[in-house]
């Protein structure tokens, strides 16, 4: 079936780096956008940024411009987040998310399970 | 950047009434909108797309309308697992980029 597997939770120090991963199976890896969520303790949904697996390009949300790189690895079906500069106000869930290639479907519709990253000194 | 109101924070509805929720974009995004329910610990989960197409096996008691700037999200006869919170999405730009929730609207059993 169609899913997105996510690392495991992280604990790091202000000022450290983080790196997520999420594995696709169950579906072409290449048709498929894929997105990053995140989601502070209690509060909404925040969208970081966006890659296109079959070339790899990004596009960031201007919040997390400069702190924030996506990639990907078509061997693996894997794309990877990963958040510099690491402040307590980062400690989220982050969701990995696909979404369609095609405007007139286009949605949200498989989520990773998500991964909890604690910043704390 | 486009930002999406949602309105009202809370709403509390008791089982088998309607369930009535808004959005409200600050400039026009078409059609180029989503909903999604999240339950607590869980991941979200897509409902609307494209304002008023439901996801696969959605059921058909939740429906979408609106377009421009004002949205809705009905769910007729709300069953008990309905109750969650409910977020709009804006995709108006294309390939995605700029991507903006609303802050959320939390269904509660009154």
Known sequence: QVQLVQSGAEVKKPGASVKVSCKASGYTFTSYYMHWVRQAPGQGLEWMGIINPTGGSTNYAQKFQGRVTMTRDTSTRTVYMELSNLRSEDTAVYYCARGSSDLTSYGLDVWGQGTTVTVSS | ?110
């Open chain 2, 1 to 110: 950047e486009i930002v999406m109101t949602q309105s009202p924070a809370t709403l509390s509805v008791s089982p088998g009434e309607r369930a009535t929720l808004s959005c409200r974009a600050s400039q026009s995004v078409s059609s180029n909108l989503a909903w999604y329910q999240q339950k607590p610990g869980q991941s979200p989960r897509l409902l609307i797309y494209g304002a008023s197409t439901r996801a696969t096996g959605i059921p058909a008691r939740f429906s979408g309308s609106g377009s421009g700037t004002e949205f809705t999200l009905t769910i007729s006869s709300l069953q008990s697992e309905d109750f969650a919170v409910y977020y709009c999405q804006q995709y108006n730009n294309w390939p995605p980029r700029d991507i903006t929730f609303g802050q959320g609207t939390r269904l509660e059993i009154k």
